[in-house]
């Protein structure tokens, strides 16, 4: 059986509210939607998110067909940026590039991605090894430190290059037996579920 990570899906942007604080944009809950109806979320026995108001959303949503509760998975965040506050689109992304090509380094005082990467791989193996391994799991979080816990459990060195595509609501699976990736990232709605 699998486990997943899903990155919550597009967001309303607000330089004046805190990032943590955002929540999803009107395609950010649609996608939601339709990923809720696929057969896997269905199939959900639990689902953990972290405590950012768009993650909490997306699992929430995602929780609702399988009639199971959103668990707050603690130290799960994004990577702590807050130290800069909101950057621009293009500033963001010059910023990320860097987060990720010198994971030892701070970038103007944002939590480095050794830290961030030990902090998610923590969370989550905290929860892995106390969960049967027969039935189906996810957890709810954001695109930088699921990179970080995917590159973890593939074995592979910290890179954008593992990052995923196209702004969110993506997920990827892993084995709960041995913790292995599974497969890489794709959107979470059209993800086909949990084939063995």
């Not at 899903?6 to 929540?23: F, K, N």
């Not at 639990?46 to 668990?71: C, F, N």
């Not at 189906?136 to 695109?143: N, T």
Request: aromatic share 10%; with cysteine; hydrophobic share 40%.
């Amino acid at each position: 059986m699998f486990g997943i990570y899903v990155t919550h899906p597009q967001v309303r942007i607000d330089p004046d509210v805190p990032v943590p604080r955002w929540g999803l944009s009107e395609l950010g809950a649609a996608r939601s939607e339709m990923a809720a109806q696929c057969g896997w979320a269905i199939q959900l026995t639990r689902i953990l998110s972290s405590d950012e108001t768009k993650a909490l959303e997306t699992a929430a949503i995602l929780a609702r067909p399988a009639g199971i509760e959103v668990e707050v998975l603690e130290h799960a965040g994004e990577n702590d940026r807050s130290a800069t506050g909101f950057l621009v689109p293009d500033e963001f992304e010059k910023a990320a590039n860097r987060f990720f090509a010198h994971p030892d380094q701070s970038f103007h005082g944002w939590e480095r991605a050794v830290d961030a990467q030990a902090r998610i791989v923590s969370a989550v193996y905290s929860v892995l090894d106390q969960h049967d391994c027969s039935k189906p799991i996810a957890f709810v979080g954001h695109g930088g430190v699921g990179t970080l816990l995917k590159c973890h459990l593939a074995g592979l060195p910290i890179a954008r290059s593992h990052d995923q595509r196209g702004g969110g609501g993506n997920l990827f699976a892993f084995a709960l037996a041995d913790r292995s990736l599974a497969c890489d990232w794709g959107p979470f709605e059209l993800w086909q579920g949990w084939q063995q």
